[in-house]
């Protein structure tokens, strides 16, 4: 089986997977490593916050690429984006063609209040983030709550919405937990 585990920039998505780890049997795999170790090896970027700024085709194919790894790996945990914000506009993480390849059973969507969110991009020094206003960061919840309901209604997996309170990552992990189980 198959499952995403998404949520915006800051939203915790990390620490959260990093306790889910702990937790279950299940591998956890970084969409946007393996799109970042395909364009670092060709010379497209040196680092991964480079990769939503490359023109829309370019991420497209790595996407494709990348979804088509991911896609024949069992019992795996997807870390991806329902949206990834370019400069173009939202990109969608989960378009057709990737969820053709991933045939997810699950998608989960974490998500956290938006100033909690803004503090912690602003804490974490190993990104470069996008500096943000709250009404984006509203926004970009938003979007990705809808993006979320169409890869469902395309698929038939089901959507959980997962609360990243502050100091409360685990409880948010166990939640993700329960539902692979039931899942399994
Ligand atoms: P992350 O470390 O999860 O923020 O991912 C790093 C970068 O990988 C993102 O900013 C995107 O540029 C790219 N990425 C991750 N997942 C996808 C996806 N499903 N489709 C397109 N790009 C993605
Ligand atoms: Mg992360």
Redesign the pocket.
């Known amino acids: 089986m198959r499952v995403v585990v998404s949520g915006i920039?800051g939203v915790g998505?990390?620490t959260v997977l990093e306790m889910l780890k702990k937790k279950t049997d299940y591998e956890i795999i970084?969409?946007?490593?393996l799109?970042?170790e395909m364009a670092r090896d060709i010379g497209l970027v040196r680092s991964?916050?480079e990769?939503?700024k490359l023109p829309i085709d370019t991420?497209i194919n790595?996407?494709k690429k990348?979804?088509a790894a991911i896609g024949r790996m069992e019992n795996v945990v997807i870390?991806?984006?329902m949206t990834?914000k370019?400069p173009d506009g939202y990109?969608?993480?989960?378009p057709e063609w990737?969820l053709r390849e991933l045939k997810c059973s699950a998608y989960f969507v974490i998500e956290a209040d938006p100033q909690s969110i803004l503090k912690r991009r602003s804490s974490d020094g190993t990104?470069s983030r996008d500096s943000e206003m709250l009404d984006d960061i509203i926004e970009h919840q938003a979007i990705n709550r809808s993006f979320v309901a169409s890869c469902s209604i395309y698929t038939g997996a089901t959507v959980s919405l997962i609360k990243n309170e502050d100091g409360k990552a685990e409880l948010a992990a166990q939640n993700i937990v329960r539902r692979l189980m039931k899942n399994a």
Request: a positive charge; charged letters at 20%.
């Open positions: 920039p998505k990390s970084n969409f946007g490593t799109m970042y991964r916050d990769l939503r991420q790595l996407q990348a979804s870390d991806t984006h990834i370019t990109m969608p993480g989960l990737v990104r």
